[in-house]
């Protein structure tokens, strides 16, 4: 998948002048054009799926992130906070927050692991197992907001899969 398609330069490649009647400058305009940019493509639409997802998550009183917490822990229950933040690509400061308003909401439990202090594992509450049941529908939802079929969509997973991937290990030049 480290393949680009010939009509997709390198990032090495996009610094260098094609040889076309468009000068440097005229380059340097279209490289920064918002339009053509992948990582606005990426913001818009990740704003108009949390938008779906705003819509379906609030009858469940769910946030995006908690409901996020709330798989993890529907897909295996008592689990280290460190071990959920690193599932879901955040820190222990932002999902402490997060956590307590769950917590609060009666969907989960925070215990300090008796075998190790400095962890705190989360569990689900009655309440938070039973709105598993209730959240079942969210997927076949977005499913449908995204018409999409089910090939374009594992297609489209696994390219974003291998881009975040890529953009992990990333370290730029110094310049």
């Not at 279209?30 to 913001?43: G, K, S």
């Not at 799926?49 to 409901?67: A, C, D, E, H």
């Amino acid at each position: 998948m480290n393949s680009k398609p010939a009509s997709q330069p390198s990032s090495k490649q996009a610094s260098k002048p094609t040889g076309k009647s468009t000068g440097p400058k005229a380059q340097a305009r279209t490289a920064l054009h918002l339009d053509d940019q992948l990582c606005f493509a990426l913001y818009s639409t990740s704003l108009a799926l949390n938008k779906v997802y705003r819509r379906l998550l609030s009858g469940l009183g769910l946030t995006y992130p908690q409901y996020l917490v709330m798989m993890v822990l529907w897909e295996r229950d008592a689990v280290a906070v460190s071990e959920i933040g690193a599932r879901l690509f955040l820190d222990s400061a932002t999902l402490t927050p997060l956590l307590k308003r769950l917590e609060s909401a009666g969907l989960i439990t925070r215990t300090r692991s008796s075998s190790d202090e400095r962890q705190v594992i989360i569990a689900l509450t009655p309440a938070g197992r039973e709105l598993r049941t209730r959240a079942a529908k969210v997927p076949a939802n977005i499913f449908c907001a995204a018409d999409c079929s089910v090939d374009e969509l594992v297609s489209m997973k696994a390219q974003l899969e291998s881009l975040r991937t890529n953009l992990l290990k990333f370290e730029p030049d110094a310049d």
